[in-house]
T-cell receptor
């Protein structure tokens, strides 16, 4: 897991509720990413950020929002508009000029 | 119930044997490849990488082979141990991904089960 932490490990969402997943890194990486992982599928990109105060939509951004106010932090909010939020969410980061992404331990989101 | 695509390809090997996990990548323009290991309930862990100007790269007990002609990548694990049991997936990176960010495309993975 290196210097990337995600919290909480498990998160329960009620109908109509927004929930926020935390991702912090102390690797001094510029780029950060959020992925969703469903059983039997590859990782799908939700949002990414190359630099503070800038972020871009990935392949499945609908129903999610992010912010990047600090280099170390890239929180993901799963909004009530995301109708199928149950999944394993992974945060990753990457150093400038490098290509390898390093992952956090993940957050499993379940719907009550 | 389960939906189509839930079941990953599975490779079962005897402890001590060598394992070979294969990956077909999609883009001939990809120039960098990574193998990750993901244990159950955990985040993916970097194993080894290779650039497109190489055919082979070795690490500790692992070797990655790249065949650009058929767009095929393989991961060889020597003397497989119970701790190697996990899902292994490859990732490819194109030099430029449109928005100026280096993005990875991930395979679905292969589940390796080691029989003691």
């Amino acid at each position: 897991d290196g210097g990337i932490t995600q919290s909480p490990k498990y998160l329960f969402r009620k109908e109509g509720q927004n929930v926020t997943l935390s991702c912090e890194q102390n690797l001094n990486h510029d780029a950060m990413y959020w992925y969703r992982q469903d059983p039997g599928q590859g990782l799908r990109l939700i949002y990414y950020s190359q630099i503070v105060n800038d972020f871009q939509k990935g392949d499945i951004a609908e129903g999610y929002s992010v912010s990047r106010e600090k280099k170390e932090s890239f929180p993901l909010t799963v909004t009530s508009a995301q109708k199928n939020p149950t999944a394993f969410y992974l945060c990753a980061s990457k150093g400038q000029g490098l290509e390898t992404q390093y992952f956090g331990p993940g957050t499993r989101l379940l719907v009550l | 119930g389960e939906s189509v695509g839930l079941h990953l390809p599975t490779l079962s090997v005897q402890e001590g044997d060598n394992s070979i996990i294969n990956c077909a990548y999609s883009n001939s323009a990809s120039d960098y490849f990574i193998w990750y290991k993901q244990e159950s309930g955990k985040g993916p862990q970097f194993i080894i990488d290779i650039r497109s100007n190489m055919d082979k790269r070795q690490g500790q007990r692992v070797t990655v082979l790249l065949n650009k002609t058929v767009k095929h990548l393989s991961l060889q694990i020597a003397a497989t141990q119970p701790g190697d049991s996990a899902v292994y997936f490859c990732a490819e990176n194109m030099a430029y991904s449109g928005a100026g960010s280096y993005q990875l495309t991930f395979g679905k993975g292969t589940k390796l089960s080691v029989i003691p």
